[in-house]
């Protein structure tokens, strides 16, 4: 089946300074990929829309200049958390699903868990 | 927006009983209805989807029903095991591609040996 990477799986940072996450889907490409946070015992929620060539779409609530997205290629997009704060650490996934027809199935990354001291 | 509404929050059944699991979604246009299955510090693993033009898709012991008039879906484990013990998500989209997948807030189930 169809893989999805994230890289790191953890890291740990201060406070202010700023943490880079990747996503790569490496047997397909990925026109789009989804960005999920999810704290603990609480459900994902999606943060962002990340679509190769262009802009990320926020959802309602997520701050655009503090998670930076990029989508440079269609095998990896990036989430960068910029100035980061203790509220920010979170477990963090991505996904994507491949561009197959009739397949929504949603293929993610095992996901980055953040720590911020 | 969309929801997607999930109950209940924890659910604890005897092994070999039953879990029934629901959710309701408020985006008429959501066509796709996929449960998943979250170990804790894992990714969430797909277990059964269902599409919308189906009423019903049954998977050895999981089985998912749609109500697309009511918004209504659900998940139904027979005969559980302890390795069952999760949490389950719920979710819905409107299809491939750059659709979004909307969340239900969880189920923690244990399964009580």
């Known amino acids: 089946g169809a893989v999805v990477s994230q890289h790191p799986s953890w890291v740990i940072c201060k406070s202010g300074t700023s943490v880079k996450i990747e996503c790569r889907s490496l047997?397909?490409?990925?026109?789009?990929m989804f960005w999920y946070r999810q704290f603990p015992k609480q459900s994902l929620m999606l943060m962002a829309t990340s679509n190769e060539g262009s802009k990320a779409t926020y959802e309602q609530g997520v701050e655009k200049d503090k998670f930076l997205i990029n989508h440079a290629s269609l095998t990896l997009s990036t989430l960068t958390v910029t100035s980061a704060h203790p509220e920010d650490s979170s477990f963090y996934i991505c996904?994507?699903?491949?561009?197959?027809?009739?397949?929504?199935?949603?293929?993610f990354g095992p996901g980055t868990r953040l720590t911020v001291t | 927006g969309e929801n997607v509404e999930q109950h209940p929050s924890t659910l604890s059944v005897q092994e070999g009983d039953s879990a029934v699991i629901k959710c309701t979604y408020s985006d008429s246009a959501s066509n796709y209805f996929p449960w998943y299955k979250q170990e804790l510090g894992k990714r969430p693993q797909l277990i059964i989807d269902?599409?919308?033009?189906?009423g019903e898709k049954k998977d050895q012991r999981i089985a998912v029903t749609l109500n697309k008039t009511a918004k209504h879906f659900s998940l139904h484990i027979t005969e559980t095991q302890p390795e069952d013990s999760a949490v389950y998500f719920c979710a819905a989209s409107r299809g491939t591609g750059g659709f979004k997948t909307i969340f239900g807030a969880g189920t923690r189930l244990f399964v009580k040996a």
């Open positions: 047997d397909f490409q990925a026109t789009t």
């Open positions: 269902i599409r919308s033009n189906v």
């Open positions: 996904s994507a699903n491949p561009p197959l027809a009739f397949s929504n199935e949603q293929y």
